[in-house]
């Protein structure tokens, strides 16, 4: 008797909580919870890579492990070789569009001359690795998640498992490999295509000579120029295969999983490759490199 007299009075001195209360709470609640899926996701990504790096370590320095050949090279065909038109057309926009609004600012101080080196500093440092990763996820990204993830729906990942065949060797490291390549030459390719449209533009419409427009823009990029905007390709091209094969491999709820995985690789993708371009780039100005 003398437990529930002190129960009810516990509850009666308990004040009741505001509204503001509970939607504070359940404000932190799902902030919380999105940290926590996005610190699983990074994680599950993180394992994935280092599942990855493993297979190609062992197939290059154990006999006993096959490489796979034709899987790698069918990847490099679908990822890289029909992705060559869109990249090309899209750099050759980027270098047109940014001869055209370069010139007017720089009409008025009689520096017109002067944006071959603007394009060619912006093409090879930041906007050909940039834009060829944004047109890859979209092109082959989102290919690779769907194709992995129709292949989770059909229980196919399953029966490679029933087999004894890694489907990380068979299904991650061939893609995330050839997306890494494929995404080193699209770099380059891109920022050629780019320079010569710009030179196009500049000899034809804002009226730059020729030599002068090369030698501009020649004596304005130097090898720091060419390697950073490799690497930052590389390190692009990277993301964006383990990204579409992380989200291949979840997927869950049949088609509607695929399309999700397909919907979330292009987000992911783009947002990881803006956010690591960001940090390269400001680790490369603190280190002189820019």
């Known amino acids: 008797m003398d437990t529930l007299k002190a129960n009810s009075s516990e509850t009666a001195s308990t004040p009741p909580r505001s509204p503001a209360a509970d939607r504070l709470r359940q404000g932190v609640e799902s902030v919380g919870g999105k940290v926590n899926d996005g610190l699983i996701y990074v994680g599950g990504a993180s394992d994935l890579l280092v599942q990855a790096s493993r297979w190609v370590w062992r197939s290059l320095f ?57 394009i060619g500093i912006a093409v090879f440092r930041e906007m050909g690795p ?10 082959a990204g989102a290919s690779i998640a769907a194709e992995i993830g129709t292949m989770v729906v059909g229980e196919e990942v399953e029966a490679l498992e029933a087999h004894a065949l890694n489907p990380v060797r068979f299904l991650v490291m061939p893609r995330v490999l050839a997306t890494i390549l494929c995404m080193l030459v699209l770099c380059v390719l891109g920022e050629l295509v780019a320079t010569i449209t710009g030179w196009a533009v500049g000899v034809t419409i804002l009226d730059i000579p020729s030599k002068i427009y090369i030698h501009n823009t020649l004596d304005a990029l130097d090898l720091a120029d060419f390697f950073t905007g490799l690497f930052k390709a590389g390190i692009f091209g990277m993301l964006i295969g383990l990204v579409a094969c992380y989200n291949g491999l979840k997927v869950t709820g049949g088609a509607a999983g695929v399309g999700k995985a397909t919907t979330n690789t292009v987000v992911y993708s783009i947002v990881a490759t803006i956010i690591t371009d960001l940090l390269f780039t400001t680790a490369f100005y603190r280190l002189g490199w820019t």
């Not at 940039?130 to 092109?139: E, M, Q, R, Y």
């Open 62 to 118: 154990l006999r006993q492990v096959r490489f796979g050949r034709a899987g790698f090279y069918a990847q490099i065909v679908r990822i890289g070789v029909q992705s060559i038109g869109v990249v090309s057309l899209v750099c050759a926009c980027i270098g047109f569009i940014l001869a055209l609004q370069m010139a007017p600012p720089l009409e008025p101080f009689g520096q017109v001359q002067q944006v071959p080196v603007i």
């Open 130 to 139: 940039l834009i060829s990763a944004i047109v890859l996820t979209g092109f």
